[in-house]
T-cell receptor
Framework: QKEVEQDPGPLSVPEGAIVSLNCTYS??????FMWYRQYSRKGPELLMY????GNKEDGRFTAQVDKSSKYISLFIRDSQPSDSATYLC???????????FGTGTSLTVIP | GAGVSQSPSNKVTEKGKDVELRCDPI?????LYWYRQSLGQGLEFLIY????????KSGLPSDRFSAERTGGSVSTLTIQRTQQEDSAVYLC???????????????FGPGTRLTVL
């Protein structure tokens, strides 16, 4: 079983829709939870990170972490065509060097 | 430049040849990571450098893979006797790792797309 599981999609939504992206994980030691956005032929860029459980909001983006269920989500409100990209979740323990990434979900927002 | 740079951007090689991939991290960043991204596989950790400490090589898939970081800055990932399954995008990231641990944001380069024929 992979440490981090993420549905690869692809996901296609109309402009203005609310998008929900999710990851599950198996290692209860993970404390840092990240969401990255990756455009085609570019490196990933950090969108948001959360420490431990709870919600975090930044503009149209909201990240949620439920450690009891080992489940994290990213919500995108009022989705725009420019949000079309691959979204990767990532996690890290409090100590140690490694970041563990999901496979990424490909999102297309149709104008 | 202000960001992480990688070269070459694309590399096509024949099976059995050696390749070298280069990463220039952000100036002042103490930590450097190499990842491999294959279709449908996500980012696979390969190796991690932190300052002058011994690198964490636990992600290297075989002894054909090696990496070095000279002077705490530029890093080179070398793949010897390339195989077709080595075809992937190789990404480098750097970060400033605070003393005592804690969160460190990774900044990624654009990657090197390696194709082994």
């Amino acid at each position: 079983q992979k440490e981090v599981e993420q549905d690869p999609g692809p996901l296609s939504v109309p402009e203005g829709a609310i998008v929900s992206l999710n990851c599950t994980y198996s290692n209860s030691a993970f404390q840092y939870f990240m969401w990255y956005r990756q455009y085609s032929r570019k490196g990933p860029e950090l969108l948001m990170y959360t420490y431990s459980s709870g919600n975090k909001e930044d503009g149209r983006f909201t990240a949620q972490v439920d450690k009891s269920s080992k489940y994290i989500s990213l919500f995108i409100r009022d989705s725009q065509p420019s949000d079309s990209a691959t979204y990767l979740c990532a996690m890290r323990r409090n100590t140690g060097n490694q970041f563990y990434f999901g496979t990424g979900t490909s999102l297309t927002v149709i104008p | 430049g202000a960001g992480v740079s990688q070269s070459p951007s694309n590399k096509v090689t024949e099976k059995g040849k050696d390749v070298e991939l280069r990463c220039d991290p952000i100036s002042g960043h103490t930590a450097l990571y190499w990842y491999r991204q294959s279709l449908g596989q996500g980012l696979e950790f390969l190796i991690y450098f932190q300052g002058n400490s011994a690198p964490d090589k636990s992600g290297l898939p075989s002894d054909r893979f090696s990496a070095e970081r000279t002077g705490g800055s530029v890093s080179t990932l070398t793949i010897q006797r390339t195989q077709q399954e080595d075809s992937a995008v190789y990404l480098c990231a750097s970060s400033y790792r605070p003393a005592g641990g804690g969160y460190n944001e990774q900044f990624f380069g654009p990657g090197t797309r390696l194709t082994v024929l």
